[in-house]
Nanobody, 127 residues
């Protein structure tokens, strides 16, 4: 079992930055692929970014590529999402997700691929 707790959300003006954090506890952390998803009101939860267990490989949704950066610090059991050049359409509840994998290169890109989820943190972007 893995427990995930997100933090760092808030209100920011368009063009600004936020850094989200996701702290993991429970089962061994470093063998998990991690991801960030988001869900805006009335919309499906969508993939934002993913990182493999070592942090050496990442993958991004086209909508955030070049603006968001996912990273992880296994010593701190934490994954981050640095969000720059925020747009009003980035506003959503952001969720951290994890899945245990023997494949160290695994990065999940779909909601159904992840086993564990945090409670979410709200990001609001004013225009």
């Amino acid at each position: 079992q893995v427990q995930l707790v997100e933090s760092g959300g808030g209100l920011v003006q368009a063009g600004g930055s936020l850094r989200l954090s996701c702290a993991a506890s429970g089962r061994t952390y470093s063998t998990y692929g991690m991801g960030w998803f988001r869900q805006a009101p009335g919309k499906e939860r969508e993939f934002v970014a993913g990182v493999n267990w070592s942090g050496g490989s990442t993958y991004y949704a086209d909508s955030v590529k070049g603006r968001f950066t996912i990273s992880r610090d296994n010593a701190k059991n934490t994954v981050y999402l640095q969000m720059d050049s925020l747009k009003p359409e980035d506003a959503a509840v952001y969720y951290c997700a994890a899945r245990y994998s023997d494949d160290g290169n695994w990065i999940g890109k779909r909601r159904g691929e992840y086993d564990y989820w945090g409670q979410g943190t709200q990001v609001t972007v004013s225009s």
